[in-house]
């Protein structure tokens, strides 16, 4: 198969002149030598008419080229995700030895290790309000940036969102410029972001509960390419912590269908709600659905017509699911269903400038975990440890 394609691509440098066919797979060379050609073989071996070649046999391991793009990883990106991202405190202490800067802090902290200040010392490493300090000429400033921003747990999130993320645990002089600067200069966040501009009129506001986990808000995400079987997404949030979830599902459900997904995501962790939000879907119309939560002392509060504004908070965080899944899945829109789980730790884990914190610390009352670890970086090989070391050290 590959060796046709790569002839009828190449025809027209082939026809009229003898040329060799170097293969791994040792009995393609016993093709043409065949005294009994299996049928499923004759189709291919009319489309080798009129070419003058021989074939080789070759191990792959001595074919070097056609053997690394043969086996080229088409995900690199949620590969390097699967093991959490290591910062080497090794590089980041000889930086801030060579900062003139820093060291001068350095030293006054180590001559007086009582002297009050944002800046201390702990096993040796300098940190900033506790969080760990970079020379602002860094060469781990730029994976950084890319972890933070450009992975699957960064988001392409925006340049608040990634502040907010990175300033919880490392600080470099100009850090807040260099971010700024970043995400706005991401291309993959150009082409798919919208613009959030701020509709004309005044808000008025839904009343604001006063207990997280008890007034939640619904909508659907529905005409998404069909992945692993399932074409629509179930957005719940949670109004005053903003936290939610992602629930796939398949096109066409029943009120029924949603009400059990809905018992097995939300009632089952957080209790019976005190109210839902929603549009005037006929799912949430339904008689079923009325009297479910009518037997649970529910307060159903729908939108009105043709105003999906009501429900603005639900609709804000489609939006930001719908960008997250075109920047991952963009070149394989039929997986979007894979990247549901991280899109939601993702989204539950980011700074929100309206609560000024995170929707996981607001409702378990901790920072989330952090995105990368901090240690030495150690290689597998010894030679390869020994040999960045020497060229690092020179």
Request: glycine share 6%.
């Amino acid at each position: 198969m590959d060796v046709v394609l790569s002839m009828q691509k190449w025809s027209h440098y082939l026809l009229g002149r003898r040329f060799t066919i170097i293969s791994d797979q040792k009995a393609l060379k016993f093709l043409l030598e065949q005294r009994e050609v299996q049928p499923q073989f004759q189709k291919w071996l009319t489309k080798l008419l009129g070419y003058d070649f021989e074939i080789l046999y070759q191990p792959g391991l001595q074919n070097k080229a056609a053997y690394a793009l043969s086996r080229m990883d088409h995900s690199l990106e949620l590969k390097a995700m699967s093991t959490a991202g290591i910062v080497d405190m090794k590089i980041v202490t000889k930086e801030v030895e060579k900062d003139e800067e820093l060291q001068l802090i350095t030293q006054q902290l180590q001559a007086d290790p009582t002297m009050e200040g944002k800046y201390s010392l702990s096993n040796g490493k300098l940190l900033y309000k506790g969080r760990v300090v970079l020379s602002k000429s860094s060469s781990l400033i730029p994976s950084l940036l890319h972890t933070f921003h450009d992975s699957i747990l960064g988001g392409h999130s925006g340049f608040l969102r990634t502040y907010k993320r990175m300033s919880g645990e490392l600080f470099w002089k100009g850090m807040k410029a260099d971010i700024k600067k970043y995400v706005e200069q991401c291309g993959i966040c150009q082409r798919n972001k919208s613009e959030a501009t701020k509709p004309a009129g005044v808000l008025q506001p839904l009343p604001i509960p006063n207990r997280i986990l008890k007034d939640w808000t619904m909508d659907f995400i529905e005409g998404l390419p069909k992945a692993g079987g399932m074409n629509v997404i179930m957005v719940v949030v949670d109004r005053p912590s903003k936290y939610a979830y992602f629930v796939t599902m398949k096109h066409p459900f029943s009120a029924k269908q949603v009400a059990i997904e809905f018992i097995d995501k939300i009632v089952w962790r957080h209790g019976i709600p005190k109210s839902i939000i929603s549009d005037r879907d006929k799912i949430f119309l339904s008689n079923f659905w009325k009297e479910l939560f009518y037997a649970m002392d529910t307060i159903l509060k729908r939108s009105t017509a043709f105003h999906p504004q009501t429900d603005g908070q639900t609709e804000r965080v489609n939006q930001c699911l719908e960008t997250y899944l075109r920047c991952f899945c963009n070149e394989q829109p039929n997986k979007w269903h894979q990247f549901i789980p991280w899109a939601e730790l993702w989204y539950n884990t980011t700074f929100h400038s309206s609560t000024h914190t995170t929707p996981f610390q607001a409702v378990y009352g901790r920072p989330p975990p952090p995105l990368i670890t901090y240690g030495e970086k150690k290689t597998p090989n010894d030679e390869v440890e020994t040999m960045l070391k020497e060229r690092f050290d020179d």
